[in-house]
């Protein structure tokens, strides 16, 4: 039971909301590397608040950076809407399970 719980990715507020450290946590990145997305545009549906689709496009670019594609052409597909996965986890968001990691 103890390594389930060490297991667990920091979730949610109860309105929702993520804070950047626990998006950052749940992307396995630092809070500035998820500053720098969002000021690059690579996250296009962040709207100054974390929520799980903006989560999710973190986890999504984190990713795509993990296996080397260019944050310049992520930022492009993210204008071009062609990272449309962002809001995946909220289809079993009451199941408990997590599409996206």
């Known amino acids: 039971m103890a390594d389930a719980k060490a297991n667990q990715r920091p979730g949610p507020a109860a309105n929702g909301v993520m804070t950047a450290e626990q998006v950052a946590a749940r992307a ?5 590397t998820i ?3 969002v000021k ?3 996250i296009p549906n962040f709207n ?18 993990r ?3 260019p944050l310049e ?3 492009a ?3 071009d809407g062609r990272l449309a ?12 399970v997590r599409c996206c990691r």
Not at 28 to 32: A, D, E, K, N, T
Not at 85 to 96: I, K
């Open 67 to 69: 296996n080397g594609q």
């Open 40 to 42: 690059a545009g690579a």
């Open 77 to 79: 597909a993210a204008k």
């Open 28 to 32: 396995g990145v630092s809070v500035g």
């Open 85 to 96: 996965l962002g809001s995946a986890d909220s289809l079993f968001q009451n199941e408990g």
């Open 73 to 75: 052409d992520i930022v």
């Open 48 to 65: 100054g608040e974390w929520t799980a689709a903006s989560a999710a496009h973190a986890r999504i670019v984190s990713q795509l950076r």
């Open 35 to 37: 500053k720098r997305w």
